[in-house]
């Protein structure tokens, strides 16, 4: 599946996604939560270990994982390891491909 060139965005995990975000669960980690606001509404997102797994809906193949930055992978680990309380607020920047990022998404120059 191609999705054309790839994209720089800036991802902002909140305190809310926190708050959303379930231990454990690869669709609803507070990094997966906040990737969802950036890709279109075609999509979704899960958080696998390090890797950044988007499908799109009514399709039963995802696209090749994408790697997390290495601040964002030990978020995701910080808050399946010490809960809630173990993370903050934070932003990352990640590379994705132009047909999955939404029209709202924080996009870089290019």
């Given amino acids: 599946m191609n999705c054309g060139a790839r994209v720089i965005v800036t991802i902002h995990v909140t305190s809310h ?14 990094v997966a939560l906040s ?4 890709i279109s509404n075609r999509w979704s997102a899960a958080v696998e270990r390090h890797d950044v797994i988007l499908l799109r809906h009514g ?8 790697r997390l930055p ?13 809960g809630h309380d173990a993370v903050g607020p934070m932003r990352f920047v990640i590379e994705l491909p132009e047909g999955v ?3 709202g998404a924080g996009r870089h120059g290019g």
């Fill in 59 to 66: 399709d039963d193949r995802p696209l090749p994982p994408l």
């Fill in 35 to 38: 990737l969802r606001r950036a």
């Fill in 70 to 82: 290495p601040a964002a992978a030990h978020f995701a680990d910080q808050f399946d390891h010490g």
């Fill in 101 to 103: 990022v939404g029209d």
């Fill in 17 to 30: 996604d926190i708050a959303r975000g379930v231990l454990g669960d690869p669709d609803l980690c507070p």
